[in-house]
């Protein structure tokens, strides 16, 4: 195993009722004004902006409503929140909603107390945020895992990119399973993809240890949940299985002792820099097509993973045929989830040009077997065009 630092700072409080048990209580470490951060008319419309509104004047608290925030949340987001917690004195931020809202939000509480332009600090001078304006969730759609952790996917439109910003973990993040049924299914199945997408990238990784066998344990539990989900989609078991499948592997505890192996995810964010497609979706369109292009640079994992993960029978096959099943296994499983194999099919506008250009400029993982040359990225995206 390779050395390792680790470190969960979130309070996690799960279950039903967690915001009329906990919020209150939780809000007593805090000062007296609170920025109120939520995407769109969602949060209005099931009532629990109304609900949480109520809980922060009854703790004595100040709210500033700071509504709008996108799915692929932007920098000039992140700009205006900074703007408003300096400007309104915001002693504490309240995230209510998935992972483009915390992601956001936790750029912004570290933008909020930097010296200068955030996005230049980091890229160009290096700079790393020790501290930021405390921040809690109140989680209601669960697939990212961004609960977990300090770290923000935000898109600066300006300079056609998006990228992975550090900012500050929350203090506690509350994650009601029941809040799941808000959520249209098509968008909790592509929570769901992102949610494996996360343990595939990591467990595929140089290096074998303990943090696999955790990894793969947890990756089985999302399919046969995810199936369960489908045949029985009000099941409050079932989606808070799944709500806590979302936010085990954001832990980081399955990277402990080995490197990660993300080249979907960078691929995805420079796809989404130029088109704004949804996250999780993006991923289980390429996910399959990069899987096809490097199986056969480690076919000894995949086909562990075709048996652990997808309970692949091995019986009469070579590795190299176990590992090929493995990766249609996955392919298999994005069309159980509903969701589309191509970016035509997601409604994105791509054409050669803009596929390209993703090649082009998107990161690329040296750690993985085979560094895929960006000519061959290309032709992988062209395949699923």
């Known amino acids: 195993m390779k050395n390792f630092f680790y470190h969960a700072p979130v309070k996690v409080l799960f279950g039903e009722g967690g915001v009329e048990r906990h919020l209150g209580m939780e809000l007593r470490a805090y000062g007296k004004t609170v920025m109120l951060a939520y995407g769109g008319g969602s949060v209005k419309r099931s009532g629990l902006y109304d609900q949480l509104t109520g809980i922060l004047e009854q703790a004595g608290k100040t ?22 917690v300096k400007n309104q004195n915001v002693d504490f931020i309240l995230a209510v909603g998935g992972g483009s809202v915390m992601d956001c939000v936790k750029v912004i509480s570290a933008a909020a107390k930097a010296p200068g332009d955030y996005w230049k600090l980091i890229f160009e001078d290096h700079y790393y945020p020790m501290s930021g304006t ?7 759609l669960s697939g990212t895992g961004s609960e977990m952790n300090g770290l923000g996917g935000i898109s600066n439109k300006a300079l056609n990119t998006k990228a992975t910003m550090p900012g500050t973990p929350a203090g506690f993040a509350i994650c009601d399973p029941t809040y799941l049924l808000t959520v249209p299914q098509k968008q909790l199945a592509s929570g769901i993809f992102d949610n494996l997408s996360h343990c595939m990238e990591t467990y595929f990784g140089p290096g074998e240890c303990v943090s696999d066998a955790m990894n793969e344990a947890v990756m089985h539990d999302i399919i046969e949940n995810a199936r ?19 936010s085990l592997p954001q832990t980081f505890l399955f990277n402990c002792g080995k490197e990660g192996g993300f080249q979907c995810h960078p691929i995805e964010a420079q796809l989404c820099a130029y088109t704004g497609g949804n996250h999780g979706m993006a991923l289980a369109v390429i996910h399959p097509s990069y899987y096809r292009h490097i199986v056969k640079d480690m076919p000894e994992k995949f086909a562990r993973f075709g048996q652990r993960v997808f309970d692949l029978d091995p019986a009469g096959k070579t590795t190299q045929e176990l590992a090929d099943e493995a990766v249609e296994a996955v392919a298999a499983f994005v069309k159980e989830l509903g969701l589309d194999s191509s970016f035509t099919g997601l409604g994105l506008k791509v054409d050669e040009d803009i596929l390209r250009k993703v090649a082009e400029n998107c990161g690329v993982n040296e750690s993985m077997p085979r560094v895929l040359p960006r000519e061959e990225i290309f032709q992988m995206l062209m395949e699923v065009m």
């Not at 409503?65 to 703007?83: C, H, L, R």
């Not at 405390?134 to 209601?140: D, E, F, S």
């Open 134 to 140: 405390p921040w809690g969730a109140v989680v209601t």
């Open 228 to 246: 369960a989900w489908r045949r029985d989609p009000k099941n409050i078991e079932i989606l808070g299985n799944l709500m806590w499948d979302s």
């Open 63 to 84: 709210v500033v409503d700071f509504g709008g925030i996108t799915s692929n949340p932007t920098y000039d987001m992140v700009v205006k929140g900074a703007e408003t």
